[in-house]
């Protein structure tokens, strides 16, 4: 038996700690941790976290990179729509049509806005 359990991310948001989210983000025994992470540092616009975000937004795992365009999105700044931009036209020119869709429909229409 473990010792240790995956991260608590909801432990994490509600103390701010941006430096375990972005350590949860590279969890890689579930990606469902490293989903929520990335919408927890979303929720917290932390800016720190666009290059880790960047970087997950170009994962296998369609739910954490839909994920992480979603907190850049959230996040806001110049450099985070940038790398949303780059993100579509890398999806755009693969073989995930579907995906791109789906996340550019995310951005454009958010849950609760």
């Known amino acids: 038996m473990p010792l240790f359990g995956p991260p608590k991310i909801d432990r994490m948001l509600s103390k701010k700690d941006v430096r375990g989210l972005l350590k949860a983000m590279d969890y890689q025994k579930d990606a ?3 989903e929520r ?3 927890a540092l979303g929720e917290l616009q932390a800016v720190e976290a666009l290059p880790r975000l960047n970087t997950a937004a ?4 369609f739910k954490v990179a839909r994920a992480a365009v979603e907190a850049l999105g959230t996040i806001g700044t110049d ?3 940038e790398a949303v931009q780059r993100c579509l036209v890398q999806l755009a020119a693969s073989t995930h049509q579907k995906q791109v869709l789906q996340v550019s429909a995310a951005i454009t229409h958010p849950q609760g806005r």
């Open 79 to 81: 450099a985070a729509v």
């Open 37 to 39: 992470a990335a919408v």
């Open 32 to 34: 469902a941790v490293r």
């Open 58 to 61: 170009a994962e296998d795992v």
